[in-house]
């Protein structure tokens, strides 16, 4: 099992930054991706980022450029900074790991930016 619990969520100004904090437990060693999804009310979940234990990060379109996805292993710990943050990037922030065959889901945390 692997507990995931987010942090840095909050209400922030158009062109503002946030970082989102995801602290993993319980059999880390068996992680093999983690990720950011969020979801905005009357939409579906969807990937934002995703980092692997080797190889490049990967983002949604949308956030390319202004967000970057970071992997502490020695803390057990994925970040997502995020920068030039606009209205559209409200929704909820979940943190998302991939145990093959099981993944799992933080509680999410809110993100809103506004003016």
């Known amino acids: 099992q692997v507990q995931l619990v987010e942090s840095g969520g909050g209400l922030v100004q158009p062109g503002g930054s946030l970082r989102l904090s995801c602290a993993a437990s319980?059999?880390?060693?068996?992680?093999?991706?983690m990720g950011w999804y969020r979801q905005a009310p009357g939409k579906q979940r969807e990937l934002v980022a995703a980092?692997?234990?080797?190889?490049?990060?990967n983002y949604a379109e949308s956030v390319k450029g202004r967000f970057t996805i970071s992997r502490d292993n020695a803390k057990n710990t994925v970040y997502l900074e995020m920068n030039s943050l606009k209205p559209e990037d409200t929704a909820v922030y979940y943190c998302?790991?991939?145990?093959?065959?099981?993944?799992?889901w933080g509680q999410g945390t809110q993100v809103t930016v506004s003016s």
């Open positions: 998302h790991a991939i145990a093959t065959p099981r993944y799992y």
């Open positions: 319980g059999s880390v060693l068996s992680i093999k991706v």
């Open positions: 980092i692997g234990s080797i190889g490049s990060p």
